[in-house]
């Protein structure tokens, strides 16, 4: 039985709390009497009494403001992997290596979640270079239904979600990728254009189109191959959208290009495995990423960031001082040996963190929440090229980097992004 409590507002310092869950009979909610009127207020601490967790955002717990189970106060309807592990919408397609192939663009038309139940692409990367990534989720929402007030920043927009749940119960978060201009905390949709690249996850992501009314996206996406491939091998390698000797990177190849094989039989079957359209002049392509040659070059380089988040419930002697003076310190030092093992220059690479610059931190901030600090993020800026970033992540990925590094369900709770500005983010929740 769930009952829910209205409590009087001047002594109340929260507006919603709840059991996860139930304890015994009942599975309480209580609400501040300010927030009567506030229908998503009472959704989401109802929420928790469903075992819904937040909706979490990359560096904030509360980010994903798209899902009544955080920082929205507008109406709204839950994400994708909430409301999947609830089993209110269900998954347009799934896919993993079984029924995925590399090189080859898989398209797909997904319903905005208010016009279909089956509303979400679910892509569970086990090809990656890393083991034990996330799932990725791909929906759209549009201003209808609940969803009618939805902010702008989600609004039309790709929306993209990790999450390593397998079942409601679990506690585990989503996160929402993407972040809104400016801000260090929320997540935002991805507009037509956008290609993110997964680099760990070795898969690239189109939002090609919107239809008109919004009613569905036009989303592609594509494994990268494990190696390099050939000119003549009928796949899109890099997944840049340009096949053997259509790709400047085959400059000067001239054998000519085998058929493409078929696509492995799908369950559920994948849509006929296709290139993307050809752009027009509203959805130009992106600009072809050639290879990084052997060793450092600077033109291939990119800037990585690594965002850490500690949190602090329940730890009095977390604050600012002890991450700069412990936590930055350690984390460093791994990153440091990590370097060193690749044969790469620490002081190349971590060009703005050094012992003297936060402990090693180039950025270190307090993630508060209603004016109580919750947890503090920490990043590192890393300067490597795609060829030097696979060993260097695959690495700091592994068991014995997150025990060093005193990060927790570091593996859970990873996710990577990357706008169609180039930069490149690797954010832990």
């Known amino acids: 039985m769930r009952r829910l409590v209205f409590a009087p507002s001047p002594i109340c310092p929260w507006l919603g709390i709840a059991s996860f869950g139930c304890r015994g009979e009942f599975c309480d909610a209580w609400v501040r009497y300010d927030q009567l009127k506030r229908l998503n207020t009472i959704f989401h601490e109802l929420g928790h009494t469903l075992q819904f967790p937040h909706s979490s955002s990359a560096t904030w717990e509360y980010g994903d403001c798209s899902c009544p189970i955080w920082c929205t106060s507008e109406r709204a309807c839950l994400n994708a992997p909430q409301a999947i592990n609830a089993g209110w919408y269900k998954e347009l397609a799934i896919h993993t290596s079984a029924n995925t192939s590399p090189g080859v663009w898989y ?25 034990g990534l996330p799932s990725y989720y791909l929906s759209l929402k549009t201003n209808c239904g609940y969803n009618a007030n939805i902010d702008s920043f989600f609004k039309d927009k790709l929306s993209m979600h990790t999450s390593s749940s397998v079942s409601q119960s679990d506690g585990i978060p989503p996160f929402y990728l993407g972040m809104i201009p400016g801000s260090s905390n929320a997540g935002a949709g991805f507009n037509v254009g956008s290609v993110i690249k997964e680099t760990a996850a070795r898969l690239v992501i189109r939002f090609n189109a919107l239809s008109p009314g919004a009613t569905s996206a036009d989303v592609s996406f594509c494994e990268e191959t494990p190696a390099s491939g050939t000119c003549s091998d009928g796949l899109d390698n ?13 400059a000067g190849a001239v054998t000519p290009s085998s058929p493409r094989p078929p696509p492995p039989v ?8 296709s290139p993307p359209p050809p752009p027009t002049a509203s959805l130009p392509p992106p600009s072809p990423l050639p290879p990084p040659p052997a060793g450092s070059s600077t033109s291939s380089q990119l800037t990585y ?16 001082a002890s991450v700069e003076g412990t936590l930055c310190p350690s984390l460093y ?22 012992p003297l610059n936060k402990g090693g931190c180039s950025v270190v901030s307090a993630l508060p929440a209603s004016g109580t600090v919750l947890r503090y993020a920490y990043k590192f800026l890393l300067n490597l090229t795609l060829q030097q970033w696979a060993p260097v992540s695959s690495t700091l990925y592994s068991q014995r980097a997150i025990s060093a590094g005193h990060i927790i369900n570091f593996v859970a709770t990873v996710s990577l992004f990357v706008t169609n500005t180039g930069s490149k983010a690797i954010p832990f929740g």
Do not use: H
């Open 333 to 354: 030092n791994l990153i440091s040996s990590v370097l060193l093992d690749n044969g790469l220059s620490v002081n190349a690479v971590l060009t703005q963190s050094n």
């Open 238 to 250: 890099d997944c840049n959208g340009l096949i053997d000797t259509a790709d400047p990177a085959c």
């Open 107 to 131: 398209r797909y038309f997904i319903p905005a979640a208010e016009l279909s139940d089956t509303n979400t692409v679910k892509i569970s990367p086990d090809w990656a270079y890393v083991a």
């Open 305 to 320: 960031q690594l965002w850490v988040s500690a949190i602090i419930a329940g730890n009095t002697k977390l604050n600012m």
């Open 266 to 273: 799908a369950s559920p079957p994948p849509p006929s495995a």
